[in-house]
């Protein structure tokens, strides 16, 4: 079931709370994109958990991404994407992944993401259940460079994942593996973690950051034979309890409105391979129930 919440959401509202949300942090809005994209998944962003999400990236190559994720409403957000041309299908094997996870695992819920200056980016399936690494190949279009991750799994204990986010703008997909114990990975492991794949580890501050991660995740695309990106997700906290100053883009997003009681915050770090690409993102829950949706799959 979806988090309470006290009223369906007025969507002409939502654009208008979008709008000011990304003139804070220097993105520019489609307003017939969003509006379309809104329009298409009404019903879910009514009913749904919903959160704004930016990132470090410099005014130009900033996004702001918007999401619902829906745990009681049965959908095909694919399909919809597609009768309604917000995704336009050209053989990739990325268009298969979505039907593959629906086939093969127990769904709990769908959500999406769509950048305001583009359209959609990202499907979600959140499992009903854990699932092992075994079952990473039961999908028949898996990218096949997730077997080279397999020992490196083991190394750190990622043994389970509950979630996936499927990313059609860039063509890749995220594995995330929740973290059961608060300090389960100190810095030190953290640092490990990073280093194992290949990646930059970051400097003290940053690591004692990542050390208070409730998921992992992993990136992967389909032409690479490597993971591309390795990401930690710091669970949503009061702005009192939020790192604001590590980056001016986050104490802007702490003036985004919202409709639930408090502004609450999480951070997520990323990785990559030559580490030019490293950033910070923020999500903002809008709707005060985002952490609540997602901890139902983190914790199943």
Same mark, same amino acid.
């Given at each position: 079931?979806?988090?309470?919440?006290?009223?369906?959401?007025?969507?002409?509202?939502?654009?208008?709370?979008?709008?000011?949300?990304?003139?804070?942090?220097?993105? /520019? +809005?489609? &307003?017939?994109v969003?509006?379309?994209?809104?329009?298409?998944?009404q019903?879910?962003?009514?009913?749904?958990?919903?959160?704004?999400?930016?990132?470090?990236?410099? /005014?130009? =190559?900033?996004?702001?991404s918007? @999401?619902?994720?829906?745990?009681?409403?049965?959908?095909?957000?694919?399909?919809?994407?597609?009768?309604?041309?917000?995704?336009? $299908?050209?053989?990739?094997?990325?268009?298969?992944?979505?039907?593959?996870?629906?086939?093969?695992?127990?769904?709990?819920?769908?959500?999406?993401?769509?950048?305001?200056?583009?359209?959609? &980016? =990202?499907?979600? /399936?959140?499992?009903s259940?854990?699932?092992?690494?075994?079952?990473?190949?039961?999908?028949?279009?898996?990218?096949?460079?997730?077997?080279?991750?397999?020992?490196?799994?083991?190394?750190?204990?990622?043994?389970?994942?509950?979630?996936?986010?499927?990313?059609? $703008?860039? =063509?890749?997909?995220?594995?995330?593996?929740?973290?059961?114990?608060?300090?389960?990975?100190?810095? !030190?492991?953290?640092?490990?973690?990073?280093?194992?794949?290949?990646?930059?580890?970051?400097?003290?501050? $940053?690591?004692?950051?990542?050390?208070q991660?409730?998921?992992?995740y992993?990136?992967?695309?389909?032409?690479?034979?490597?993971?591309?990106?390795?990401?930690?997700?710091?669970?949503? +906290?009061? !702005?009192?309890?939020?790192?604001?100053?590590?980056? /001016?883009?986050? $104490?802007?997003?702490?003036?985004?409105?919202? +409709?639930?009681?408090?502004? @609450?915050?999480?951070?997520?770090?990323?990785?990559?391979?030559?580490?030019?690409?490293?950033?910070l993102?923020?999500?903002?829950?809008?709707?005060?129930?985002?952490?609540?949706?997602?901890?139902?799959?983190?914790?199943?």
């Amino acid at each position: 079931m979806n988090p309470p919440t006290n009223s369906p959401l007025d969507l002409d509202q939502l654009y208008h709370d979008i709008s000011t949300t990304a003139g804070l942090v220097d993105v /520019p +809005v489609d &307003e017939p994109v969003v509006r379309q994209i809104l329009d298409v998944y009404q019903d879910h962003f009514r009913q749904g958990s919903v959160a704004f999400r930016t990132t470090t990236h410099p /005014p130009g =190559k900033r996004e702001l991404s918007v @999401r619902y994720i829906d745990l009681e409403q049965d959908h095909d957000p694919y399909t919809m994407a597609v009768q309604h041309g917000l995704l336009v $299908e050209t053989g990739h094997p990325i268009e298969r992944l979505f039907a593959d996870v629906v086939a093969h695992y127990p769904i709990l819920g769908y959500g999406i993401d769509m950048g305001v200056s583009h359209g959609m &980016e =990202k499907i979600w /399936p959140l499992f009903s259940k854990s699932l092992t690494i075994d079952d990473l190949f039961k999908l028949p279009s898996m990218p096949p460079s997730v077997r080279n991750c397999v020992d490196h799994f083991a190394r750190f204990d990622l043994n389970t994942h509950t979630l996936f986010a499927i990313d059609y $703008e860039h =063509k890749t997909m995220n594995i995330y593996f929740p973290v059961k114990q608060p300090g389960q990975y100190p810095a !030190e492991r953290i640092a490990a973690m990073i280093e194992d794949l290949g990646l930059e580890v970051p400097g003290d501050e $940053e690591l004692a950051l990542n050390a208070q991660t409730g998921i992992i995740y992993h990136t992967f695309d389909w032409e690479s034979d490597h993971c591309r990106r390795l990401s930690f997700g710091v669970p949503h +906290v009061p !702005e009192h309890d939020f790192p604001t100053t590590l980056h /001016p883009v986050f $104490e802007r997003m702490f003036d985004a409105p919202v +409709v639930a009681s408090e502004r @609450r915050g999480s951070i997520q770090t990323a990785y990559t391979r030559n580490g030019t690409g490293d950033y910070l993102k923020i999500e903002i829950d809008y709707t005060g129930t985002m952490m609540m949706a997602l901890g139902a799959a983190i914790n199943v």
